[in-house]
């Protein structure tokens, strides 16, 4: 039987198992008496093991057997769940998956380490120690057939099929085609000055936007998918630093584009990373500020109308803004003056700035700052934003608003010069026409008051190596974003209005350059760049 | 007209396995389960000539979900699918009326050869 047909299937099978794996193993070690978790566990291992031997990877069967064999010892009882059983589960579930990854690649398989299986086999649990006066958690007993029901059944629903994700992206691709094509017969409705031919093109935009957001609604994966990966990393560094974490995650089923889902991983872990490592203080610490000594972390993902929100909030002893002040002045990023100005939510976006950092120490799992401004650049790579709030003694928050879809983008059109160019409008917080006798000037820059507080004026034109715009009436356009947790003008030539664009990435060399996330179509034909202002400014 | 099968697996892996061993030998896969449940309610829906059932799944194991078809349709043909070391199945399992086991990983030929001697048998 020609096996090399089932190899996709067998990948992507084997890998949901070992997701649902190692969700388990920290699922029980936060609570040992999670119902269905060790048999979920030893079904895991299980399928694993007879998927690998149907496939011929006898390296996979040997470890996932191994696995399975440790699971049975501890739903038969003999064996107690703890963190050594899960250390080895979890060991085994990076070596499977390092193997999955050489057989996708085609490459001869790395064999696991050869005690493994022996380690397993011959594992008993280290003698309690200190902790002895904690009450033994509940055995693990056979899930009863009442919490058999209660689990959620992972049952392929006859109305449902499994589509390639590249048809996915095609599908996105298309409507997108279809949406600049829209705008374009909107152009010559409008020209031709034909009613009718307005009203059928403005009732097919209806229809394309319709037809957008049920192809998004496909893209969506739930929260879910990259959990895993985040209470792999909270357990792990909570284990390094010695602190005692409970790691909670709500909104696992909120569903979130898959592109936008991959790109998420990185800055989420980097929050968290910095929540255990920075934001949490020892239990000593803790216990002498009247703290519970476990301290919690929370990932909470949320819809609101339109956008998703994702925030990671620690109570742990949170972030001064006076300090973070202090030390970017200490740092020279930032001048005594401006430190003035600063309110203290700007103060704590002062962390976003490349370079910045108010570690006490930098230990080898994070600093936070040393990648808080790439965490705040992939974010508004998707078309969100990050704020950060935080209680000195109580904890922080950082929250993540993030828009539903970036394929099909609302962006303010500019005009520079002889380039036009898009912002998205999420990254927009107002435009304005500043007359000339608004403009001061403090020291070399050019300032403007705006609610009550200096925002200083910068030149797209200047930025983007364009002649400067002239102004002949003494008006300036500009619109206000927020670079480095300041609010800036961006003055430009013209203010262009807002398009429905659908991007693209640029291919090579443009997509090297600095400060371009891509381009669109307009309705009348002409290419416009969409601008990463996070990556320019 | 064709000897209709139900597989029960709860891997998509093996199911797609088993349906292409099936289909290539001529029989007319009917029904598909991914658990014990499932196939408890699909059986009754289906009635199936054969089921090809795995032992190991979540929302009643095979075991269970042999015992209701069983009790549901006696004259039921189920072909236990299971893995090695799980032996000691196989006695309770045709106790309870099970007619014939396979062993994973399948063997195309001896998949075929057991689901034709309990399709006749």
Redesign the interface.
């Known amino acids: ?1 020609d096996m090399t047909q ?1 190899k996709a ?2 990948l992507s ?1 084997s890998r949901e198992y070992l997701r649902a794996i190692s969700e388990q193993v920290v699922a029980l070690e936060q609570s040992p008496s999670e119902p ?1 978790a060790v ?2 566990l ?2 895991g291992a ?2 694993l ?3 690998a ?2 496939m ?1 990877y006898g390296e996979v069967v040997v470890v996932a057997h191994s696995m399975e064999d440790l699971m049975a010892r501890v739903r038969d009882g003999g064996l107690k769940f703890e963190a050594g059983v899960a250390d080895l589960l979890l060991e085994g579930v990076d070596l499977i998956d390092a193997m999955l990854n050489d057989v996708e690649a085609d490459r001869p398989v790395t064999p696991p380490p050869g005690d493994y299986a022996q380690r397993l086999a011959g594992y008993t649990p280290p003698p309690p120690r200190k902790k002895a006066e904690k009450a033994p958690p509940p055995p693990a007993a056979p899930a009863s057939p009442e919490a ?2 209660a ?1 959620e ?4 629903d006859a109305g449902t099929v499994r589509v390639k994700t590249e048809l996915l992206d095609h599908l996105i691709n298309l409507t997108g085609e279809l949406v600049t094509n829209k705008n374009r017969l909107l152009n010559v409705a409008r020209e031709a000055g034909s009613q009718p031919l307005n009203d059928a093109v403005s009732e097919t935009g209806k229809l394309l936007r319709a037809l957008h957001d049920e192809v998004m609604k496909v893209r969506l994966m739930p929260f879910e998918a990259i959990c895993d990966r985040f209470q792999r990393s909270v357990r792990s560094l909570a284990k390094k630093s010695g602190k005692e974490i409970q790691f909670e995650i709500t909104g696992r089923d909120i569903g979130l584009d898959r592109g936008t889902l991959e790109q998420l991983v990185d800055p989420l872990n980097h929050i968290l990373r910095n929540a255990v490592d920075h934001g949490m203080e020892e239990s000593a610490e803790r216990a002498a500020a009247g703290k519970p000594e476990k301290g919690v972390v929370r990932l909470c993902v949320s819809r609101d109308r339109d956008r998703i929100v994702i925030s990671v909030s620690d109570d742990g002893r949170g972030m001064e803004p006076q300090r973070m002040i202090d030390a970017a002045i200490r740092k020279g990023v930032l001048t005594p003056e401006e430190g003035e100005f600063l309110s203290p939510r700007q103060a704590l976006m002062l962390s976003c700035i490349p370079g910045f950092s108010t570690a006490r120490e930098v230990t080898d799992v994070s600093g936070r700052g040393v990648g808080m401004d790439a965490v705040n650049a992939a974010i508004q790579k998707l078309g969100g934003t990050l704020e950060i709030e935080s209680e000195p003694g109580v904890g922080s928050t950082f929250t993540l608003k993030l828009p539903m879809t970036i394929a099909i983008i609302h962006a303010l059109v500019v005009q520079c010069g002889a380039v036009k160019g898009a912002v998205p409008v999420t990254a927009v917080l107002r435009t304005v026409e500043l007359s000339r006798r608004q403009i001061e000037t403090v020291g070399k820059r050019q300032m403007f008051q705006l609610d009550g507080e200096t925002v200083p004026l910068l030149s797209l034109n200047r930025v983007l190596g364009l002649p400067l715009g002239r102004f002949p009436n003494g008006i300036l356009p500009l619109f206000v974003t927020e670079a480095k947790g300041r609010r800036v003008g961006i003055v430009v030539d013209r203010l262009l209005g807002q398009h429905e664009l659908f991007v693209k990435p640029f291919g090579r060399p443009l997509s090297r350059m600095a400060g371009l996330a891509g381009g669109a179509t307009l309705g009348d034909g002409e290419i416009v760049t969409i601008l990463d202002l996070a990556d320019l400014l | 007209m064709a000897t209709t099968v139900m597989i029960v697996d709860d891997s998509l892996f093996m199911r797609k396995m088993l349906r292409d061993i099936l289909q290539e030998e001529g029989y007319l896969v009917t029904a598909e389960a991914s658990d014990g449940e499932e196939a408890v309610r699909l059986y009754r829906e289906c009635r199936p000539d054969l089921v090809t059932l795995d032992i190991v799944m979540p929302n009643k194991t095979g075991l269970e979900a042999l015992q209701e078809i069983m009790a549901f349709d006696p004259q039921a043909r189920v072909v236990m699918c299971s893995a090695i070391g799980q032996e000691s199945f196989t006695a309770t399992a045709m106790q309870t009326g099970a007619r014939a086991f396979i062993l994973k990983p399948f063997n195309p030929e001896l998949v075929a050869r057991v689901l034709k001697e309990t399709a006749q048998g």
Request: cysteine-free; charged content about 30%; glycine content about 8%.
């Open positions: 039987m089932y299937l067998f099978e269905g048999d979920t030893f079904r299980h399928s093991k007879g998927m031997a149907s011929e058999e029901k689990k059944a992972p049952a392929l």
